[in-house]
């Protein structure tokens, strides 16, 4: 059973910035794909970002151009990067590890950071 633990959440004013960060408990962190979700305050949790091992990315459209998800294999660490944050972007964010690049393909989640951006 993989750990996933999330860190780098907090607060910031809108327009600033902050890196999510996600360690994997495992030595077969580079096979697998990884994600990052969000859950706000009264809603669904939706999709954010996923990578694949071979580093191929995917994005909802409503972070694109503002968020960029990375990773570390040696450090079995997967990034989120999230600059020019809106108050809509306050949530709940999770790390996930899966087999692609959509949604529905994760299966393993950590239990959460909190991200809050204020106007």
């Known amino acids: 059973q993989v750990q996933l633990v999330e860190s780098g959440g907090g607060l910031v004013q809108a327009g600033g910035s902050l890196r999510l960060s996600c360690a994997a408990s495992g030595r077969t962190f580079s096979s697998y794909a990884m994600g990052w979700f969000r859950q706000a305050p009264g809603k669904e949790r939706e999709f954010v970002a996923a990578?694949?091992?071979?580093?191929?990315?995917n994005y909802a459209d409503s972070v694109k151009g503002r968020i960029t998800i990375s990773r570390d294999n040696a450090k079995n660490t997967v990034y989120l990067q999230m600059n020019n944050l809106k108050p809509e972007d306050t949530a709940v964010y999770y790390c996930a590890r899966g087999w692609g690049l959509s949604g529905g393909d994760f299966g393993s989640w950590g239990q959460g950071t909190q991200v809050t951006v204020s106007s």
């Open positions: 990578i694949m091992w071979t580093t191929t990315t």
